[in-house]
T-cell receptor, first 117, second 114 residues
């Protein structure tokens, strides 16, 4: 169990550029989540995958944001035409699929800190 | 919609003193409740969680929390603070409906004074 990994850890970009983040979940974890955390706030849910299917999307996920999990393993989060308001920590989490368990524990990665200039 | 409130964005305690971090949820149906800790520039680590059963939940590093339905609370405590406990603590909930995402409070920064 090597934990959830995220790449890159830090990203600085100019307004209007596109950025892509990668998340590698814990091996064999079926569920994968993306959250966004701004300074002084708790994380806010963005989207959730079960295997390769994107099952839930927050209203925070505008049309400039897209997430994929093509083979049910790693996931990518892309932000197009970045804005200064997108500056935040983007956290990925994964959890195992356990039948009959509603509140599976989500294991978080270290996050990708995005700064939009 | 589910919401989680953490009273006190900053809490300071002396080393060896009791730690009490407050969390209240807003839901007529009790959710599943979690406490996470976040150290600087790191992700979140689970301290403990309440799903069903015993209302006093013990977690890692000597922390525990008690679920009180009548008060809609899930406060986190530790009898004796250690310098290494200095971090940000988040209370979170998953509603008992179909949603699986965590709803977080705004966090409490714990400072431990020598």
């Amino acid at each position: 169990d090597t934990g959830v990994s995220q790449d890159p850890r830090h990203k600085i970009t100019k307004r209007g550029q596109n950025v892509t983040f990668r998340c590698d979940p814990i091996s064999e974890h079926n569920r994968l989540y993306w959250y966004r955390q701004t300074l002084g706030q708790g994380p806010e849910f963005l989207t959730y995958f079960q295997n390769e299917a994107q099952l839930e999307k927050s209203r925070l996920l505008s049309d400039r944001f897209s997430a994929e999990r093509p083979k049910g393993s790693f996931s990518t989060l892309e932000i197009q035409r970045t804005e200064q308001g997108d500056s935040a920590m983007y956290l990925c989490a994964s959890s195992p699929l356990k039948r009959g368990v509603r509140a599976d524990t989500q294991y978080f990665g270290p996050g990708t800190r995005l700064t939009v200039l | 919609a589910q919401s989680v409130t953490q009273l006190g964005s900053h809490v300071s305690v002396s080393e060896g003193a009791l730690v009490l971090l407050r969390c209240n949820y807003s839901s007529s149906v009790p959710p599943y409740l979690f406490w996470y800790v976040q150290y600087p520039n790191q992700g979140l680590q689970l301290l403990l969680k309440y799903t069903t059963g015993a209302t006093l939940v013990k977690g890692i590093n000597g922390f525990e929390a008690e679920f009180k339905k009548s008060e809609t609370s899930f406060h986190l405590t530790k009898p004796s603070a250690h310098m290494s406990d200095a971090a940000e603590y988040f209370c979170a909930a998953i509603s008992s409906g179909s949603a699986r995402q965590l709803t977080f409070g705004s966090g409490t920064q714990l400072t431990v004074l020598p």
